[in-house]
């Protein structure tokens, strides 16, 4: 069953790999999940595209959902990442994150075939009937190579499942225009800027610098979107932003994973075909960290 409402900072999940990367790390993915709730963050996302949800194979997709539904032990909402090319592909993952007990499921649109509006209404709507848990509808252009407008998403936002949306674009008015057109059926959780979106109505944000900095991430958002208190706000977002180029853009899996790694919580080598931060980037990253503060706050967490 889902616990509804979700609101606040949900950790988008790196996927731990062996220091071949040959497997996943469960274990890792256990101190991982046990981090993020210990510092503070309000759900976890695992296999989204931090995650490398592509890199997976449908195994370790399996015991990725186990791992973390059970390490949680619902203290927080899981909601699986569950997009794919295929709509039956997506409907079974759906289907089985749902039966683990997730609580919801974030889908981004089919990436290859740029979709119709008519035909991600379809596909929304097919993998909506097959299960009782909240689709999360994941807009990222940027990688999916279709962008979900509000004028789109507010015809997809009539799905009675389609109830939140990630939306990561770089335009934060988005965001107001989604809660124009969509009204109360659909919710709006930032996929990028979260500072900002959450001043325009954002009621989440789904981070990938909340791996590293999930307390700092967590208590900036809730500050802005739920105190409205700007000059407590603002000197958060202020010391976060150093971290945001590493962990943004397009090496956000390796700069999240070097960061851990610095941190002495290894959680692997992204996999093929991504590469490892270049070692003449780590000094200026383990600058970031020390002046955030988070050495010691994973030195802390690992014991």
């Known amino acids: 069953m889902s616990r509804e409402p979700f609101r606040g900072t949900y950790t988008v999940l790196v996927t731990p790999f062996t220091a071949d990367g040959g497997a996943v790390d469960l274990k890792a993915l256990e101190r991982l999940v046990e981090y993020q709730i210990t510092e503070g963050v309000r759900g976890l996302i ?6 490398e949800f592509l890199s997976v194979s449908r195994e370790e997709r399996t015991a990725i959902t186990e791992t973390v539904i059970r390490a949680a032990a619902g203290r927080v909402p899981v909601i699986m990442g569950t997009g794919m090319e295929d709509t039956r592909d997506v409907v079974a993952l759906s289907k089985e994150a749902e ?17 119709t509006l008519e035909e ?6 097919t993998v909506a009937k097959a299960i009782g848990i909240p689709i999360m509808v994941y807009n990222n252009p940027a ?6 407008t509000p004028a789109m998403l507010a015809e997809i936002s009539r799905i009675p499942n389609c109830r939140y949306v990630k939306e990561s674009t770089l335009e934060a008015t988005r965001v107001r225009d989604i809660i124009a057109l969509c009204g109360d059926r659909m919710e709006v959780f930032a996929g990028v800027l979260g500072y900002e979106s959450a001043w325009l109505g954002a009621i989440g ?12 991430s967590s208590e900036m958002f809730d500050t802005a979107a ?6 407590k706000a603002l000197p958060l977002y202020r010391q976060l932003a150093p971290l945001l180029p590493w962990v943004g853009g ?54």
């Open 46 to 51: 695992p296999l989204g595209s931090t995650g």
């Open 99 to 115: 039966a683990l007990g997730a609580d919801g499921v974030m889908i981004i649109p089919p990436f290859y075939s740029v979709p």
């Open 120 to 125: 991600l209404v379809h596909h929304y709507d």
């Open 143 to 148: 990688t999916s190579n279709v962008d979900m």
């Open 205 to 216: 944000w789904v981070a990938v610098c909340s791996n590293v900095a999930p307390r700092l």
């Open 226 to 231: 739920f105190e409205a208190n700007r000059d």
């Open 250 to 303: 397009p090496r956000y899996v390796s700069g999240t994973k070097a960061a851990f790694r610095l941190m002495g919580m290894d959680m692997g080598p992204p996999r093929p075909p991504r590469l490892p931060l270049p070692s003449r980037d780590m000094p200026a990253l383990a600058q970031v960290l020390q002046d955030i503060g988070l050495m010691s706050v994973a030195a802390q967490a690992a014991e």
